[in-house]
């Protein structure tokens, strides 16, 4: 079989400090209906959608002085790091994050208040709190905007050295894994530093350090908040994420003012289609010290001044245009013909990567315990399936293989099959592999 067949492509793990490889379980859930979430209604600080824009989160920050963020859109981030992935949130930065409302709270006034502080010992708290939903993409041909209104910490001088606000955005793939930074993709829509009156926006992707995206500096721009400073009022920060354009780009706005745009031929194929074949999530926080600081002269000191608070009056996110995110209807992909496993609809964990297998293209790598892929509208006809197989390949150590198992309908279902992957010969090592078969509740097995 050439690489135009099948589910899963590879279960390849591409860096030595991921997790173990192949000796768990991945879950592949196909035709699985798609989740939505209900708007909320605008209020007087969230703008109403322009003209042939559709919103589709928003939170305006309303509520009691004192009180947390709703956790209907928003979780917590604590402590130093996720569990399990880089310390110190693979920034250096110093803070522990914390979900007390000494940190982050609404302020009662229509605004979020993120308050680093200090305690007598020298230790600093901050606060990182990040959306539920990891969807936030743009749909086939069309645009995605995310925005918010946000006063940077109004401190300036010696007194803001180490602070570190931002409003920015993670892929997917990030969230429970930790390790696949930075070729999940990055956008930094506003992060400043030091108190001074300069904003960046950054486009991470690739790998680290170099590669295609400079990293650990990524594809950057910088501007100035005009009229008052970033520090003194509030400014709009925005992103558009564009699919409607011949080359997709990515733009970044300061008060309405595009100062920096990223575009797909920038970077390779490849580089692109990991940082944005997947939703995102959107991040809020103020972190203390780390690798941007300290390209800025460093910090926190005895000097640095505690308390001074990043307030976000609202975010807001659009689509427009495009097809939508209906899902496709039945009959979209024949369950007896070829699926190709990079075509997915949703994933959780997974990346893509150049294929050397027959007629090239892009193979899925990196499958590891709960990841999954999502393949909507399989037609399986009036007649039964009994057979399917994958085209696999695995480079992993003797006696090392994983289960990855094949649901209808909900990845909560039942499998209604499986097959094992051992070691191939190879990473690029390519094999047919026949799964393991049964009939549930009258439904026909699935065949790829």
Known sequence: MSDTSGIPRTLRRPRPLR????????????????????????????????????????DDFNGAAGSGVNTSNWRYATGKGYPGGPANWGTGEIETMTSSTDNVSLDGNGNLRITPRRDGSGNWTSGRVETNRTDFQPPAGGKLRVESRIQVPNVTGAAAKGYWPAFWMLGAPYRGNYWNWPAVGELDIMENTQGNNTVFATMHCGTSPGGPCNETSGIGGSTTCQGTTCQAGFHTYRMEWDRSTSVEEIRFYLDG?????VRANQVDATTWANATNH????????????????????????????????LVDYVQVLTSGGGGTTPPPSGNRDAYGTIQAESYDGQSGVLTESTSDSGGGQNVGALANGDWLQFKGVDFGSNPARQFSARVASGAGAGVSGLVEVRLDSRGNAPIGSFAVGNTGGWQSWADDPGEHQQRDGHPSTST
Do not use: C, E, K
């Open 19 to 58: 997790r173990a490889l192949l000796a768990v379980v991945s879950t592949l859930a196909l035709a699985a209906g798609a989740a939505t979430a209900a708007s909320p209604s605008a209020s007087a600080s969230v703008p109403p959608p322009p003209s042939g824009w559709t919103q589709v989160f928003a």
């Open 257 to 261: 003012n595009n100062f920096h745009t």
């Open 279 to 310: 939703g995102y999530f959107v991040i809020l926080n103020v972190a203390m010290g780390g690798g941007f600081p300290d390209a800025f002269g460093g910090g926190p000191d005895s000097g640095t001044q505690p308390g001074h608070s990043m």
